[in-house]
């Protein structure tokens, strides 16, 4: 993977910069990545090896301190996978093999946590990377950082409003409680899924958007 500074800057003359506020996402964003789409700041690096001829379900902490090439503002880090088959042939998702050659499966693009973080050329930036087999998880180490010189500082605005990512895991929080009761009440849970099922046959009928519509059930579906 690599650091990378995710900034819209200027765009036809337009200043772009207020929208860089509306990046940030907590999850892993599925990305196509090309040249001019983000700015590298530092060298590619590996992050975990997997050996799947002897490879255990286990968890696995990396604690990173990544070089910095060139002076910007980490904003993410965008990661992807080598898949070495032997010694000649290698699969890739990387953004820097040739189009026709790599899978069209793209990268995984994680905007680090707590903040964006200014930089200059030679520090580093203490980076933890984890996984439990089936998920990774990337963060800034915030302890770390904070010791760290002026080359190397947090920016004093976060790119999110705390009080949405709470508000968000309230409300996910609740409809897991929920579908929980509804376990336990049949007659209920069927009435609901009958009611979900028509929203997503018919959104416009009942003012919703279909793209919302379909996320809730599909979500009431998998649990």
């Known amino acids: 993977g690599m650091l990378v500074q995710m900034r819209s800057g200027e765009v036809h003359g337009v200043d772009m910069t ?3 506020a509306y990046r940030w996402n907590k999850e892993v964003i599925p990305v196509q990545l090309e040249e001019g789409d983000y700015t590298q700041l530092s060298d590619v690096f590996d992050m975990f090896v997997f050996d799947f ?3 255990a379900v286990e968890q696995q902490v990396e604690h990173l301190d990544v070089v910095i090439s060139r002076d910007g503002i980490v904003s993410a880090i965008l990661f992807w996978f080598d898949l070495i088959l032997d010694e000649e042939i290698v699969i890739s ?6 189009e026709g050659q790599r899978l069209e499966i793209g990268q995984g693009l994680v905007y ?3 903040g964006e973080v200014r930089v200059k050329r030679g520090t580093s930036v203490p980076l933890l990377a984890a996984h439990n087999s089936t998920e990774m998880a ?3 180490e915030e302890d770390k950082l904070t010791r760290k010189s002026d080359d190397c500082s947090l920016l004093p605005h976060t790119r999110f409003d ?3 990512e709470g508000a968000r895991a309230n409300l996910d929080d609740q409809w897991k409680k929920i579908l ?3 376990g336990y009440n049949p007659k209920d849970c069927a009435q609901l899924q009958e009611a979900v099922m028509r929203y997503a046959a018919q959104p416009a009928a009942f ?5 919302v519509a379909e996320r809730c059930a599909l979500t009431f579906l998998s649990e």
């Open 180 to 182: 929980q009761n509804l």
């Open 138 to 140: 990337f963060t800034l």
């Open 18 to 20: 207020m929208s860089d």
């Open 93 to 98: 998702t990387s953004p820097f093999v040739p």
């Open 53 to 55: 001829a002897t490879a």
């Open 207 to 211: 003012g919703i958007d279909a793209g």
């Open 162 to 164: 705390p009080r949405w």
């Open 112 to 114: 680090l946590q707590p």
